[in-house]
Each structure stands twice: as structure tokens, then as C-alpha cells.
């Protein structure tokens, strides 16, 4: 199995962006790119913007080449209303765009439907459902709440399975807090796990069960998580545990072989560095 990491806050942007290959089938798991709006009193900094640009033209070269492109769920992070062509003749797998959703995200859902329309080869409703293309294996979790509590609305969590090797992406979990969340993962037992990670701060102690109680050899800590430049003090305990088991914990740039670029949590430096008139 191929998984490449496309746009990750790792990298400098606000996405989980991930193309898989699994036997035959091409995948593309959220295919976009955003900013945060201010942060530390700032706007986003012309350079993040130019990131940002990158990003989703590396995104948009990664769709024209797939079979699959998924959506778990309507933050603009997630998916992108503006450019509808990039689902033209894919199978499109959606998060239910009216069931276990919050108002905004309704809203969002109706509006992109409306911009795709008759553009996908097939449009499915993913939530709790399974399909085979390709010979891999797409699962997707029951709707979970997008962190702690529903106010952020539900995600949908995606399992892909080559016959062989299994990958799970969380989507916004924020780093698996409920037991719902994590279920999937436990279920699922993946090889490679891409997880978003708990805002800053908050507790990991299910993302250890996750190390200690799967097969996961490699695992992908990532989006919420990597807004802090800190973020790497408080993973001391879960490091230490993945160790003693031989599981990876990685960033997207770091598995790409590349520096963290937190572009967000920097955006003061970067003002000072280069200022902008
Ligand atoms: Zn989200
Ligand atoms: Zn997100």
C-alpha cells in the first residue's frame, strides 16, 4: 500500500489531505486546503497563503490520477465547494449530508451537493458502510462526534484494506477523547493510523490504548495537535510506550522525510521576519 500525506498542518497547512493506493484503486481521503483565520491577532500571513496554494495544486494533481475521493465530513478543511470539476466521473464517497450533522454543516453539505451535481460516476452516503473498488476495501465508522462533544457536528473515520495492509484515517476526532471514536480504531486494527490528535493540552490516553492494544507499526499524529510549537513536550509518555512496542510516531513531514513546518503556530515570527506593508 502507497499513502502519501499531502497537506498536513505538519507541512504548513490546515488539511489532512491523504492519497492511498490499495491494489488497484486510487484514493484521495479530503481533498483540502485551509488557513486558520486570525490567530495571535494576525491574519494569515502571505506566505501560508502561498503554502496554502501549493497544497491544494499538489491536492487537485493527486484527484485528477484517483478512482476514489472521500469526504468525511463539511469543514472547509475538509472539502472544497469552489472547484467541483476535481469530482468529475470519481466515486465519491460523502459523510450523510443530513444525518448526524450540526446547522452549519447541513448548510455546507447542501451548498456542495448543489456544486457537484452530475458531476461523480457514483455519489454514496458513507456513514457505517463498507464498499470494494478495486479490489480495496473502503470501510467508514458510524458518524462520531467531531471531538469531545457534537457541537462541532460528526465525522466520519475511513478504514482502507488491500487485502493485506490496513490503513485508518480518523479525520477530526480530536485525538479519539470518546470511546465511540475510538472504537473504530480498536476494531479496525490497523498498520498505519493517521490521527488528528486532541487540541493541545488535552488527554492522550487513548491514543496510548490505540499503540498498545493494535497492530499499528506506524502512526501519524497530526492537524489539531500541531498548532503548538510545544507539541512534542507532552507526547514524552506516549513516545516512550510506542517505543517499547516498535511503533513510529511520526508527523506527516517528518514520515516525508521533511522539517515540521508549523506555518499557524509561527504566524507571529513570520510577521516579524517578514513584515508585510
Ligand atoms: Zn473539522
Ligand atoms: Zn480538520
Redesign the pocket.
Known amino acids: 500500500m502507497k499513502i502519501i500525506p499531502l497537506a498536513f498542518d505538519s507541512l504548513g497547512t490546515?488539511s489532512?489531505a491523504t492519497y492511498v493506493e490499495a491494489e488497484d484503486c486510487k484514493i484521495l481521503i479530503d481533498p483540502a486546503v485551509s488557513l486558520a483565520g486570525r490567530r495571535y491577532g494576525y491574519p494569515p500571513h502571505p506566505l501560508e497563503i502561498k503554502r496554502m496554494d501549493e497544497h491544494w495544486a499538489h491536492i487537485k494533481g493527486y484527484a485528477s490520477i484517483s478512482d476514489v475521493l472521500i469526504i468525511t465530513h463539511y469543514?472547509y478543511?475538509?472539502h472544497n465547494p469552489e472547484e467541483p470539476e476535481i469530482f468529475r466521473d470519481k466515486i465519491v464517497f460523502i459523510k450523510h449530508p443530513r444525518e448526524y450533522i450540526n446547522k452549519s454543516q447541513l448548510n455546507r453539505a447542501d451548498f456542495f451537493l448543489s456544486q457537484i451535481k452530475g458531476l461523480p460516476k457514483e455519489l454514496h452516503f458513507s456513514d457505517s458502510k463498507e464498499f470494494t473498488v478495486k479490489g480495496a476495501k473502503i470501510r467508514f465508522s458510524e458518524p462520531v462526534p467531531h471531538g469531545p462533544t457534537n457541537k462541532l457536528g460528526y465525522v466520519t473515520e475511513v478504514s482502507v484494506f488491500d487485502g493485506s495492509y490496513k490503513l485508518v484515517h480518523t479525520s477530526?476526532i480530536q485525538g479519539g477523547i470518546l470511546e465511540e471514536q475510538v472504537k473504530f480504531l480498536l476494531e479496525e486494527d490497523p498498520d498505519f493510523v493517521i490521527i488528528?490528535g486532541p487540541m493541545f493540552g488535552n488527554p492522550l490516553q487513548n491514543m496510548v490504548r490505540v499503540i498498545l492494544r493494535t497492530k499499528v507499526r506506524m502512526f501519524l499524529i497530526e492537524?489539531h495537535y500541531l498548532r503548538d510549537l510545544k507539541w512534542k513536550d507532552k507526547l514524552k509518555e506516549l513516545y516512550i510506550e510506542a517505543e517499547k512496542k516498535g511503533v513510529q510516531v511520526l508527523s506527516s513531514a517528518e514520515f516525508l522525510g521533511l522539517e515540521n513546518d508549523l506555518l499557524e503556530a509561527k504566524r507571529k515570527q513570520l510577521y516579524k521576519e517578514y513584515p508585510v506593508e
Open positions: 490546515r489532512m469543514h478543511d475538509h477530526d488528528d492537524h
